[in-house]
């Protein structure tokens, strides 16, 4: 596949509930994929041994992230165990021109700030195939202790209130189904007029200079 297409990249938004199986859906999408990248977050957080700047994030003060919080740089931002994340509107902006496709991981508040900022995105809400199939997926990965599932459950079931508020539902029956169901909407999205203008421009301006040769 091409690493870049002949139309401007989408802003693609996934969430899930916790344990629902985003993380591993969105690596995949973007390993296997050579036009979709993951979108690079902003955080006040102290780096890590190993985390590289405009890899992992990139890492502001606190001052300067409110700095450009007001002034209206992020998509989206929350505060989280004292530090800010936020979503740069420009990163994506920039990947979008050079066609790529960009995988925002962010929970239901966050979706909701894009929606209520009118921003250009297609939302895709990741949904576990049943109650029970996602409490064994929460202890299966044993991070949790069992009144920290129960929560986790549910904090999924007030997440699955807003689900009718995403474009897409796709439910994670299996990583290949849940992979090739996000390709096709995203192939089904680059097809819409509106998000191939410039494509459908530069067809035309060939055809008017081949029929000025004739």
Do not use: W
Not at 2 to 23: D, F, V, Y
């Amino acid at each position: 596949m091409s690493n870049k297409r002949n139309t401007k990249g989408l802003l693609l938004i996934i969430s899930s509930p916790s344990g629902g199986g985003k993380s591993t859906l969105i690596k995949t999408l973007v390993n296997d994929t050579e036009t979709i990248v993951f979108s690079v977050s902003v955080t006040t957080r102290e780096r890590r041994n190993g985390e590289e700047e405009g890899k992992d994030y990139f890492f502001l003060s606190k001052d300067e992230f409110k700095k450009r919080e007001s002034e209206g740089c992020f998509i989206e931002s929350a505060e989280v165990f004292g530090n800010y994340y936020g979503t740069p509107k420009d990163y994506i902006c920039s990947q979008n021109e050079k066609g790529f496709d960009v995988i925002l991981d962010i929970d239901v508040q966050g979706v909701l700030q894009v929606l209520d900022k009118n921003i250009d995105a297609v939302t895709i809400f990741l949904l576990p195939p049943s109650p029970s199939e996602l409490k064994k997926r929460l202890v299966k990965r044993g991070r949790d202790r069992p009144e920290e599932i129960e929560k986790r459950l549910d904090e999924a079931c007030s997440e699955i209130k807003h689900a009718h508020r995403y474009q897409y539902i796709v439910q994670s029956e299996t990583q290949e189904k849940s992979v090739n169901q996000i390709l096709s909407i995203i192939e089904s999205e680059h097809l819409k007029v509106q998000n191939s203008n410039e494509l459908c421009e530069n067809i035309l301006k060939e055809y008017q200079d081949e029929r000025k040769k004739e």
